[in-house]
């Protein structure tokens, strides 16, 4: 095998493993920043013997080994930590073994330890960006480089952020650990939070050249899938895995051959890919079949599959489209969802009542400066031929948007309003 082979293999595994390896030298050391340092450690070391001695039967227990030794040398070099290093000199004696399959202990052992870098990376003590950059960096497998260039900044900012989110929660000593009771819901929510953010990041960019970031798209998928694995009786992680697996069917529908972003209702079904269609429905029946009543993700993957499953534009059910909204309003209030029903209401009774719900929301002050509200009105008044107001509405959205591909997508629409006026 060539040194190039070899760093493939290398990179591929490190993708695989490097959640786990992360995950389980956490919990041995209680610090988040010194269990990557040491799986990079593990790292450079695999990426100094493989392309010597061959890639091991098993590389993912070849590099835990190594980073527990690592681990060891570290902490016999620091005297205040002789207990600890005693407990982890036991802890390697006794479970290391000869590179093969994992026992179905180990296994157990892995995911509880995976659950707990979840939750310790989307604690609620970070900010939303330092949870995704986080999440993304120890669980998603990503270089700081490629955290960088998802989030459109540069190396060394993301690395600063990073790094500031990793001392964040040893100075607040944050406990590597799955919460219990009414908490573990609490925090629950901001996991989820963190995964679907990562995911409409990709899913339609909020700044750029790019109307769409698949792989982002592809990572927060990843993610959801990893959790509703490790968290099989939750129904609301099986939610957001249903959400995002229909969202994600419509991706290669979802842009022109130029890059044009192509609106929902003029997409080509028959690129939307069917298999992430049948996993979806199948994890929004494993969220309802637990019972209980519907979270936010297990509407919004209801709404999803209303247009999964409508053959056309005509075929889709808007009048339970507009329900499922209203009971997203009642369970989690907010402009962005009323906005969302309104549109739905459009097409199910028609634009003139959807616009008295849209004018109501032109007062909130979170939506002053929110583009798809002023885009949402613009085609509310073009179906009622007011192509005047229609041109301004998407003129100013055009303005309040810094996606590149979304601009030229309304300044396209005021100008068809602008031609429609004369």
């Not at 892995?110 to 949870?131: G, K, N, Q, W, Y």
Request: proline share 5%.
């Amino acid at each position: 095998m060539t040194a190039t082979d070899t760093q493939r293999t290398l990179d591929a595994v490190w993708r695989i493993e490097s959640p786990k390896l992360i995950a389980r030298l956490a919990r041995l050391v209680r610090d988040v920043g010194l269990a990557e340092e040491l799986a990079q450690d593990a790292f450079v070391a695999a990426l100094e013997k493989w392309p010597e001695t061959g890639v091991p039967p098993n590389p993912g227990a070849w590099l835990m080994s190594t980073a527990k030794h690592r681990a060891i040398d570290l902490l016999r070099r620091n005297e205040r930590l002789a207990r600890k290093y005693g407990e982890l000199a036991r802890d390697l004696a006794t479970q290391e073994h000869e590179p093969g399959a994992d026992s179905s202990a180990d296994l157990e052992e892995i995911s509880d330890d995976m659950l707990r870098l979840v939750f310790t990376a989307c604690h609620p003590v970070l900010s939303p960006e330092a949870r995704a950059a986080l999440t993304l960096r120890l669980l998603g497998g990503l270089t700081t480089a490629e955290v960088a260039r998802a989030y459109l900044v540069t190396e060394s900012t993301m690395a600063q952020r990073i790094v500031r989110a990793k001392r964040t929660l040893t100075d607040k000593q944050v406990p590597f650990e799955i919460p219990q009771g009414p908490e573990l819901g609490e925090r629950l929510a901001s996991v989820l939070e963190v995964i679907y953010l990562i995911f409409n990041e990709g899913y339609s960019a909020t700044a750029g050249d790019d109307w769409m970031r698949p792989d982002l798209c592809e990572d927060a998928l990843r993610l959801a899938r990893l959790l509703a694995g490790l968290m099989p009786k939750e129904p609301e992680v099986h939610g957001l895995a249903a959400l995002l697996e229909i969202q994600a069917s419509r991706t290669a529908a979802r842009t022109g051959p130029d890059g044009e972003p192509v609106l929902l209702l003029d997409q080509d079904r028959r690129r939307w890919d069917r298999l992430l269609i049948r996993r979806g429905l199948a994890a929004l029946e494993r969220a309802e079949t637990l019972g209980g009543r519907a979270g936010p993700y297990t509407l919004q993957a209801s709404i999803a599959a209303c247009h999964a499953r409508a053959r056309t534009p005509e075929e889709t059910n808007w009048v339970r489209i507009a329900a499922l909204y209203w009971a997203l309003s009642q369970l989690t209030p907010s402009p962005i969802v009323e906005l969302n029903r309104a549109v739905a209401i459009s097409r199910a009774i028609g634009p003139a009542d959807a616009l008295v719900i849209v004018d109501a929301l032109r007062d909130e002050p979170t939506m002053a400066d929110y583009h798809l509200l002023y885009s949402v009105r613009g085609d509310l008044l073009a179906r009622l031929e007011r192509f005047d107001e229609a041109r301004a509405e998407f003129e100013r959205a055009a303005e309040l948007t810094d996606n590149a591909r979304e601009q030229s997508l309304l300044a396209a629409r005021a100008a068809e309003c602008a031609s429609a006026a004369r």
